[in-house]
């Protein structure tokens, strides 16, 4: 008796299924795993790059370099700075006036250096950037103290008590360099108590 090919592919099926499921649970447990078994996470190279500087504060980062870069996919037309923070602490406050000439983007980083959060000048409210980053303690105490008049903020809630915020300042050719780099200085980082119920 001779197989078919539909016969033949009835044939394959069941195995073909079976290294489709084995090779997604692979995929699947080795990127959950990789930030346990990754020796510098994004977060180990922020506080590396900062050293002994103060917390809460944005620290210049150095230019990218091919081989040098603080973090992984630098790009060399962004400036970039960032805010370590710990919110044992109290919240940090990010704050700057966007001009809508400049592109700005501000990414939001856990402990373990995941991105929780993005958002860019475009989201500027009347000509300014406000945004208040604490747990969820800290974001339940500052909403049931706040009047009836919606924030005025993004108000965000961080996944881990420690993390970072990456700022990226655009220089949309070489020699706008040192105009990014002005830019990234006019941004605010800056801790504040939460208010007391």
């Known amino acids: 008796m001779r197989l078919t090919l539909p016969d033949r592919i009835f044939d394959y099926l069941p195995w073909a299924a079976a290294m489709l499921l084995v090779a997604g649970v692979v995929h699947i447990v080795s990127v959950l795993l990789m930030p346990a078994v990754a020796p510098r996470t994004a977060y180990a190279r922020v506080l590396d790059a ?35 923070y710990d919110l044992s602490k109290g919240l940090l406050h990010v704050s700057t006036a966007a001009d809508g000439e400049d592109f700005l983007a501000f990414s939001f980083h856990s402990g373990g250096g995941r991105l929780y959060h993005a958002i860019t000048d475009r989201a500027a409210i009347k000509g300014k950037i406000d945004i208040v980053i604490g747990d969820e303690k800290q974001m339940d105490a500052l909403q049931s103290a706040a009047d009836e008049a919606p924030p005025q903020e993004v108000r965000l809630t961080s996944p881990t008590k420690r993390g970072f915020v990456l700022i990226r300042s655009l220089a949309k050719r070489p020699a706008d360099q040192a105009r990014a780099r002005e830019r990234l200085k006019a941004v605010s980082c800056a801790r504040f108590d939460p208010p007391k119920d």
């Open 50 to 84: 900062v050293g002994k500087a103060p917390s809460e504060t944005l620290i210049a980062l150095p230019p990218a370099a091919p081989g040098g870069e603080t973090l992984p996919f630098e790009d060399p037309a962004f400036a970039e700075g960032v805010c370590v």
